[in-house]
């Protein structure tokens, strides 16, 4: 996992042909290296619960130095929704005094991904 591209391919491995919602949480150190991958959240067809201070607290419990979030959308659409942007901007401005940094949020659909950091919503 010390490469983008072995994130994203990860990621579209596991949770591509989901038929639900996960919402993932990969935790790295300071240099980026990966500590863990949880499953946070599983959800419905079109929704998974997302609990910022519940992702925050596991992070400060492995003890991260950032983190990627990624969920997939089970209709293949890798669009960010609203709610996928405030979400994520709450978890963004949770980590920031922490000093946690979120490296960037990746939305799965079946054929494309979705980064916000890309996208220049981190």
């Known amino acids: 996992m010390n490469n983008w591209q072995r994130i994203v391919d990860y990621c579209r491995m596991a949770m591509a042909h989901e038929t639900t919602e996960h919402?993932?949480?990969?935790?790295?150190?300071?240099?980026?290296?990966?500590?863990?991958?949880?499953v946070q959240q599983r959800g419905t067809i079109d929704h998974t619960p997302v609990y910022p201070c519940e992702n925050v607290k596991r992070a400060l419990e492995i003890g991260v130095?950032?983190?990627?979030?990624?969920?997939?959308?089970p209709s293949g659409d890798h669009t960010p929704s609203k709610e996928d942007v405030a979400m994520t901007r709450t978890i963004v401005e949770a980590c920031r005094p922490l000093g946690i940094i979120i490296h960037d949020h990746i939305i799965i659909g079946r054929e494309a991904i979705a980064s916000f950091k890309d996208l220049g919503l981190i």
């Open 23 to 38: 919402f993932r949480l990969l935790f790295l150190d300071r240099k980026n290296r990966l500590l863990a991958e949880e």
């Open 65 to 73: 130095g950032a983190l990627v979030l990624a969920h997939n959308h």
